[in-house]
């Protein structure tokens, strides 16, 4: 155990030992039910703004029956809509199959079908034969259906209830904690996704907590503890490390420290172990600049004065290079954690100058399948980004990494142990795992069951 013990105040939100429902993960009708009374009532992160750069850009987001255009109208306008034609149900954009999305330029948009055009402001600009309707045809019914479209931390979010509260007012408290980490300056150094063999859930549980840390990637525990923490945030959650006593609270963070042995040789060690077998959470600078502390600090200097000057040594090496990183007080951090859990279905594992996220969607109505996203981003300088798009990758550790893949084959399994008849559902713990408590709890909210209940004795 840490030095600071487990701090887990028995008043906190969702502190007390709870069991899940299993259907949830395993049940078709629950699935079903999922998208008109979760997918279709919530925000959720679409894309990036920088994908869709001048008047004309779109791409499109899919979520089972739903397909939505979301598209730019002038310098300062975004605009989304049902990716449907009024006249009689053709999609509009095509997304050809083995692809995640589509994206384009256009300055309008036809009907495949039978030519009815639009533009980008979704009004109907051409009808061939529109007197054969006997002015039976408005504005209002030949326009494309729009969908609520807004934008935070560089992503685009959509929202198809029309009913909605504000992009604003859902994401509280995550948006303020996270804005001084100004994730909306980051790129992608990389994005994959595939389609998994476990529910939806299964995928997002299995990166919202650090109690799985020691067992599923024991090659870290030379490096330090990792026992960690999980805080409610409203319908969103957050969790990180347990900083030891005297240490600066960035450990609490994802720029941690190697804390066992020399932290000099260890941070190294650790830092140069990600980048080459997890390809996340680091960027080169750090660990080049974690690779010269042997050269740089005298053998035993305290860990806070090595925390210290590596995150230093980092910017000043970037910012000579025109990478500029946010300043974050050492105590927000800390209490920032490592990763937010934004309802339902995304993650945000941010740091000054990288991030790392995930997502995951139904496939097909199927509850043993998602759509599972994962995308590194960085800040670059000016002009220096990758050029990337969405790959598909299956769920191994040749197409993504060797720590990923540890994580995956949880995935599966979990979902296929899910079935079992002896299995009578998820016991969360309750201070490192209390995200899934919260995601089922806030569920339950949408779905009018499977709310969290007292452990089976």
């Known amino acids: 155990m840490s030095d600071t013990g487990k701090n887990s105040p028995a008043t906190e939100a969702l502190s007390e030992a709870v069991q899940l429902d299993v259907t949830a993960y395993t049940s078709p009708e629950y699935a079903k039910a999922e998208q008109a009374k979760l997918w279709r009532k919530v925000w959720l992160q679409a894309g990036r703004i920088e994908e869709i750069p001048e008047v004309g850009s779109f791409l499109t987001y899919n979520l089972l029956d739903d397909s939505i255009i979301i598209v730019r109208t002038a310098a300062d306008k975004i605009r989304a809509y049902h990716n449907v034609c009024p006249h009689r149900g053709r999609r ?3 997304i050809p199959k083995g692809n995640l999305n589509t994206k384009g330029i256009k300055q309008q948009f036809v009907c495949g079908f039978h030519g009815w055009r639009f533009n980008l402001e979704g009004d109907n600009t051409h009808i061939i034969h529109k007197d054969d309707w006997n002015n039976s045809l408005t504005d209002s019914c030949t326009s494309l259906s729009s969908v609520n479209v807004d934008t935070w931390g560089g992503w685009l979010w959509i929202n198809m209830d029309p009913d909605c509260e504000s992009l604003q007012d859902y994401l509280a408290p995550a948006a303020g904690m996270l804005d001084p980490f100004e ?20 995928a997002m549980e299995a990166f919202s907590e650090t109690y799985h840390v020691q067992m599923t990637h024991p090659e870290f525990n030379k490096y330090g503890e990792f026992r960690g923490w999980a805080k409610v945030q409203g319908k969103h959650s957050n969790i990180g490390y347990e900083a030891p006593k005297n240490m600066d609270q960035n450990q609490s963070a994802k720029l941690r420290l190697g804390t066992n042995a020399d932290p000099r040789i260890s941070t190294a060690e650790m830092q140069r172990y990600t980048w080459d077998k997890a390809n996340t959470n680091t960027t080169q600078t750090l660990v080049d600049a974690a690779e010269r502390l042997v050269d740089e600090l005298p053998e035993g200097t305290p860990p806070g004065e090595v925390l210290q000057h590596w995150l230093k040594s980092a910017r000043e090496f970037d910012e000579a290079r025109g990478v500029v990183w946010p300043t974050v007080d050492p105590a927000h951090v800390g209490k920032s954690g490592t990763a937010w859990q934004i309802f339902p279905n995304f993650q945000i594992g941010h740091a000054v100058n990288n991030a790392l996220c995930y997502s995951a969607r139904p496939y097909n109505n199927d509850p043993d399948k ?3 996203e994962a995308a590194v981003f960085e800040l670059f300088p000016e002009g220096g980004e990758p050029e990337t798009e969405w790959e598909y990758c299956p769920a191994t550790e040749e197409a993504w990494c060797y720590v ?3 994580d995956f084959a949880n995935m599966a399994a979990v979902q296929q142990g899910m079935k079992s008849y002896g299995f009578k559902g998820p016991r969360p713990n309750p201070y490192m795992e209390r995200a899934i408590v919260n995601l089922h709890h806030q569920l339950s909210q949408y779905l009018g069951a499977g709310k969290p209940k007292s452990i089976d004795k």
């Open 183 to 202: 994730l909306q300056n980051m790129r992608f150094r990389w994005r994959k996704w595939g389609v998994f063999d476990c529910n939806w859930k299964v």
């Open 92 to 94: 509009l954009i095509d």
């Open 370 to 372: 998602c759509i599972f």
């Open 404 to 406: 990923l893949s540890q």
